[in-house]
């Protein structure tokens, strides 16, 4: 496999193309607007990229940037020394106030570059716990963050622990460079004009979704090996993806790389069985070999090679934890699978396959963006609820997909992982 660069490395420093990702988050990614706050969180590794981006905020007209690190170090201490009962226990507080930052108009910034197996050697019911925890105190600023209230993005820093888990034979500082390598290219900031780069994405994205939304399937069939799943889409749905006009006004870009087009699932109308194409990195632990089966929306079946006791605890969750808020496609040649890596990263995993999320829909793809629908509109369209919002990836280059019309006809949409 050659790199994922298109342009050789030594065309532009280090420095230069960090700049230019900082860049790109602020003005594509966020679209920040003068007098704007932004609360950003970052992993302490990616301090760097952090303040290249506080940097570009305020050159945009930011009037306050808050980052909140989190160390691994610490989170592991945690897990070492932490009485039991402390894993109940979650920053209730801190959510809330970011929560209340948005409200009163902040952007939301979220560096990713997490050690995807931070917490594996740790016991399950433990971290189960602590998620959970974390979860419920996140709702306030989840639900404002998941209905787009405000512009907000996730943009990825290269790290040393995640770049150790994608090139676990390379020296740990080539490691990182190819990593960086990865993130730069996915990020679309190696041309000369990295935000027409991005202008001309959103523009391909668009007429994609739109052709979609044109055809009104009533739902999707997956079909390859260890995989037949029937995923009826909500009434009312429409195909989201690329840039996103948040309920502020502003223009946003929430996922730096993106690739998919996404819409709502109908939460009952899910049947079959359907095998994972790729490792889903949950919240430090690796769950590999998915295997599940629907009926009448809900998992009623599921098995997993590596992380089943992991996988059993996050759908038992809530209620919802066991049925679908997003499906996506994306084409098996996207830049991101191109580059043949994985990344146990669901920011670049995810955009290498056509995938679907367990948990919480996006209230936005709906008709008019979901503008005016109540909780209870958006249940009555087949809408899912739920604390978490995971996505696993079913696509690869040997999954066919079809469109189904009201009536049941089948339409071509993607053939061995590639557009119809
Ligand atoms: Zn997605
Ligand atoms: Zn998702």
Redesign the pocket.
């Known amino acids: 496999m050659t790199g994922p660069s298109t342009l050789p490395a030594s065309a532009a420093s280090f420095a230069d193309r960090l700049d230019r990702l900082a860049q790109v988050a602020v003005r594509v990614g966020l679209g920040l607007r003068p007098g704007q706050e932004l609360v950003m969180t970052a992993p302490l590794e990616a301090v760097a990229l952090a303040r290249a981006i506080t940097e570009h905020a305020y050159r945009a007209g930011a009037s306050l940037v808050t980052t909140f690190y989190a160390d691994d170090a610490a989170t592991l201490a945690r897990f070492s020394h932490a009485p039991d009962e402390a894993f109940d226990h979650a920053a209730g507080w801190l959510y809330a106030g970011m929560a209340d930052a948005y409200r009163s108009g902040a952007a939301r910034l979220a560096i990713s570059g997490d050690d995807p197996s931070l917490l594996a050697g740790q016991d399950p019911t433990k971290v189960a716990r602590a998620n959970r925890a974390r979860s419920r105190a996140y709702v306030p600023a989840l639900e404002l963050i998941a209905g787009f209230s405000t512009n907000w993005t996730i943009v990825s820093a290269a790290t040393t622990p995640w770049a150790r888990t994608v090139f676990p034979d390379l020296p740990e500082d080539e490691a990182l460079a190819r990593l960086w390598d990865a993130v730069f290219a996915a990020s679309r900031i190696d041309g000369p004009d990295p935000v027409a780069a991005w202008e001309t994405h959103n523009r391909d994205l668009r007429e994609r979704t739109e052709r979609l939304n044109g055809a009104r399937f009533a739902a999707l069939r997956f079909v390859g090996p260890g995989t037949d799943l029937t995923v009826g889409l909500a009434d009312d749905h429409e195909w989201c993806g690329g840039a996103t006009t948040a309920k502020n006004g502003i223009v946003c870009n929430a996922n730096i790389p993106t690739e ?1 087009v ?1 819409t709502t699932p109908h939460r009952m109308r899910v049947d079959g069985f359907v095998t994972s194409t790729k490792p889903l990195s949950y919240q430090g632990t690796l769950i590999d070999g998915i295997r599940v089966r629907f009926s009448e929306g809900r998992i009623v079946e599921a098995t997993a090679r590596t992380g089943a006791d992991v996988l059993a605890k996050v759908l038992e969750t809530d209620e919802g934890a066991a049925r679908l808020g ?1 499906v ?1 496609l994306v084409p098996a040649s996207s830049a991101i699978s191109a580059s043949g890596l994985l990344f146990y990263n669901t920011l670049y995993d ?1 955009n290498a396959a056509s ?1 679907i ?1 367990l948990g919480q829909a996006y209230s936005k793809c709906f008709r008019n963006g979901g503008e005016g629908l109540s909780e209870a509109d958006l249940t009555e369209r087949g809408a899912n609820r739920s604390l978490i919002h995971i ?1 696993w990836m079913i696509g690869s280059a040997e999954i066919d997909v079809d469109g189904l019309s009201e009536t049941g006809e089948a339409v071509p949409v993607m053939r061995r992982g590639e557009w119809v």
């Open positions: 998919e996404f997003e996506a995810e995938h999320a996505d």
